[in-house]
């Protein structure tokens, strides 16, 4: 295609690639969590399928930009304050993922998460449509970085396909690494609360930069790196 041949097409693509890596972090957490309920036999089938509906849904919303755009108009008007269908998801969205969050880190502190996962192995359904309910609400903000980054369809779509991809070859070791350390679990289901707060006030209008949050995950997770590091060399000496 003639829009290849350009050197900024390119970087554009680049660009929007990583972006949309990054911005399916917190997917990958979630869909790692949840996976990890099931029996180990069922893991690797729930994360690949989360990620493939995450991937057609993705696309779906790119076929569908004009809609996308048209979600931002005004739905609902409170006197000066006005809520579009996309606030509404993503405050909803984000009040989900606080409180599944939280429920989770309550069962892991109180010492019942066993009699929680018994309930949910037999559930492989409940546990994908959790991951599709999330990617939903991930999907939409994902598509409007992808938006508000380029014009071009056919590079939101590769950037799309591509992150989704590098995903997948990375889920197995986010999932084993995440189930392996409890104090990783917490941690993620940290951020995870985090990002849905953080999705609670961006759909009432409260624009947090992505920077600062990306910012403290990964400072957090080297400190976490740091204490697993330093509990294994106690061990060993020990």
Not at 188 to 205: K, N, P, Q, R, V
Request: glycine share 6%.
């Amino acid at each position: 295609m003639e829009i290849f041949l350009h050197f900024d097409t390119w970087i554009a693509l680049l660009t929007l690639t990583f972006m949309e890596i990054v911005l399916g972090i917190d997917n990958i957490i979630f869909i790692s969590i949840v996976a990890g309920k099931l029996p180990e036999n069922q893991q690797k089938k729930a994360r690949i399928t989360g990620l493939s509906l995450a991937l057609i849904m993705r696309i779906l919303l790119l076929l569908s930009i004009t809609w996308i755009i048209g979600l931002t108009a005004p739905v609902l008007t409170i006197s000066d304050f006005e809520l579009s269908w996309r606030d509404i998801i993503l405050a909803a969205g984000g009040g989900f993922l606080l409180v599944k969050s939280i429920l989770e880190i309550h069962h892991k502190v109180e010492g019942d998460e066993q009699e929680m996962v018994a309930k949910n192995v037999r559930t492989f359904g409940y546990a994908i449509m959790q991951i599709v309910l999330l990617d939903i609400i991930f999907s939409f903000d994902s598509i409007l970085t992808a938006i508000g980054l380029t014009n071009e369809l056919i590079l939101m779509i590769i950037a799309v396909i591509v992150s989704i991809i590098i995903m997948m070859i990375f889920a197995r070791a986010v999932s084993d690494f995440v189930n392996k350390y409890p104090t990783v679990q917490i941690l993620a289901l940290s951020f995870l609360i985090l990002i849905g707060f953080m999705l609670i006030i961006e759909g009432f209008h409260y624009h947090v930069p992505k920077g600062y949050i990306y910012f403290a995950v990964f400072f957090s997770l080297i400190i976490e790196m740091l204490n697993i590091r330093y509990r294994s060399k106690r061990t060993k000496t020990t």
